[in-house]
Nanobody
Framework: QVQLVESGGGLVQAGGSLRLSCTAS????????MGWYRQPPGKQREVVAT???????IYADSVKGRFTISRDRAKNTVYLQMNSLKPEDTAVYYC??????WGQGTLVTVSS
């Protein structure tokens, strides 16, 4: 079992930036990937960015060039740097580990 704790959400104006953090604990050995998903109001959850164990990163087209996923292995933490935020980025953002473990979510609201 892996525990994931997210932080960093909040309210920001369009064009602004936020950085989300996700710290993992528990049985983290062997996790092949970690990622960020989001669920906009009234919509389904969607993948935003993923970082594979090798370091390869994958992004949704909607965030390419604006968001960056990174990790600090020493801290068991994955980050999502979000720049040039748009109102359509408003959502609850969830951290994921190994496609099966989820954090509690953190709300990001982008005002126009």
């Amino acid at each position: 079992q892996v525990q994931l704790v997210e932080s960093g959400g909040g309210l920001v104006q369009a064009g602004g930036s936020l950085r989300l953090s996700c710290t993992a604990s528990g049985s983290i050995f062997g996790i092949q990937s970690m990622g960020w998903y989001r669920q906009p109001p009234g919509k389904q959850r969607e993948v935003v960015a993923t970082i594979i164990r090798s370091g390869l990163t994958i992004y949704a087209d909607s965030v390419k060039g604006r968001f960056t996923i990174s990790r600090d292995r020493a801290k068991n933490t994955v980050y999502l740097q979000m720049n040039s935020l748009k109102p359509e980025d408003t959502a609850v953002y969830y951290c994921n580990a190994g496609l099966t473990q989820w954090g509690q979510g953190t709300l990001v609201t982008v005002s126009s």
